[in-house]
Structures are given as C-alpha cells and as structure tokens.
C-alpha cells in the first residue's frame, strides 16, 4: 500500500497515523527510539505491507507488470492501489478525500519534529501539490510513480504502467475492491484499529 491507504488504515489516533506514514523511513529497532503511539503505528506499517505482499491478490496483480517491472511490480500495485482507494474514497470513510488530505496534512505538520529528516523534505511538496487528492486521477497517480522512478531505484515507466492499468482496469478494481476488504478486517481485528466507515443504512438515493 501506497501512502494514502497506510493513512488510512491507520484510523483515528493522530499519534498512530505520523508513525504508519513515515514506516518505509525508520528502519529495524529505530521504531524504539519514538513515543509508544508513533511505534504502534511504525510496526503496523509493516504488518500492512507483509499483509498485502503475501495476500493472494497482491501476487495475481503483480503479473500484469511483471514483465515491464520485474521486482518492482509490487511497488507499481501499491501505487495503483492507491488510486481505486482515492476514487472509490466514498464507499470507504465519511470525510470527503480533501477532508481526510487537509486533517492528515494538519496532523504531519503539527508532529513535524517527529518527522525523518526525508519526511520533512517532502511533505511540504506533498501538501502543495495536493498529492493525496490527486491519486483519485489516473494521470496523478502515474505522475507520483513517475517521481519515484526519477528518485529511486524503481523503473522509469510510468507511461509503461499507465498503459497496462487502463488496459485492465476493471480487473484491477476487482481485486482492489476484494483485496480491501481483507485488509480493513486485518488492522480491526488483528490490530484493533478504529476505522470510521460511512453508514450506508442512512443515505438517501
């Protein structure tokens, strides 16, 4: 999972969310060295990344980038994940997505002295480019795979990736949709984490 579905798997405790989102920077016993609270959410990063790395539909998913992507597959799922969660954000929370951005963003520069020195470089272009609202577009999620490929060691094809989702994409909604339904049982119920979904019961249609 990408950085909008770790934060919100993270549910409600502010302390929880800074943790899950800086995860992939705070490595082995380094989670010790934060507040319990920001750890609970550091180790829950990485029970969310085991989970979806090993779920069976994780792994039918990476084969449609295995070929352009190889090991990095994964990375491009998670990012794509990312993008149904954003576009299907209604069926998942009660806050609207710029909602949900504008609390988060509030949250990380409220915790900003607890951020990794990485984190803190970031978020600012995070926050201005409105990077969480934008992976409900097909367009913003491939632009926010194509930064990675130009700071890291994963492939720059973005264009590559953009292709091969639109190319299957009902079927990756498919598995987004099941998959996510696994994972939101998984940080309830293994991890006890309080996720505020919308109460379809009231709606007017």
Do not use: C
Not at 72 to 81: E, H, K, M, R
Not at 133 to 152: C, F, H, P, R
Not at 158 to 185: C, G, R
């Amino acid at each position: 999972m990408n950085y909008l579905a770790h934060l919100y798997l993270s549910g409600e405790s502010e302390k929880v969310i800074v943790g899950n989102f800086i995860g992939d920077y705070v490595k082995g016993r380094k989670y010790q060295d934060f507040p319990q609270e920001i750890s609970r959410g550091i180790l829950l990063h990485r029970q969310i990344d085991f989970f979806t790395d090993s779920h069976a539909i994780t792994r039918e998913a990476k084969l449609l980038f295995r070929q352009e992507f190889g090991l990095y597959s994964g990375i491009v799922v998670d990012f794509f994940y990312d993008h149904f969660l954003a576009k299907k954000w209604n069926t998942y929370s009660e806050l609207t997505l710029r909602s949900f951005a504008k609390r988060i963003h509030a949250i990380l520069l409220s915790n900003h002295n607890m951020l990794p020195p990485r984190v803190q470089g970031f978020l600012p272009f995070l926050i201005q480019h409105k990077r969480l609202e934008s992976y409900a577009l097909v367009d913003g999620i491939t632009q926010s795979l194509k930064i990675m490929g130009n700071y890291t060691s994963v492939p720059s094809k973005s264009e590559e990736a953009k292709l091969i989702l639109q190319d299957n994409y009902k079927l990756f909604e498919i598995y987004f949709t099941s998959f996510m339904t696994d994972m939101v049982k998984f940080v309830e119920f293994e991890h006890g984490v309080e996720i505020i979904k919308p109460d379809f019961s009231t709606r007017l249609y």
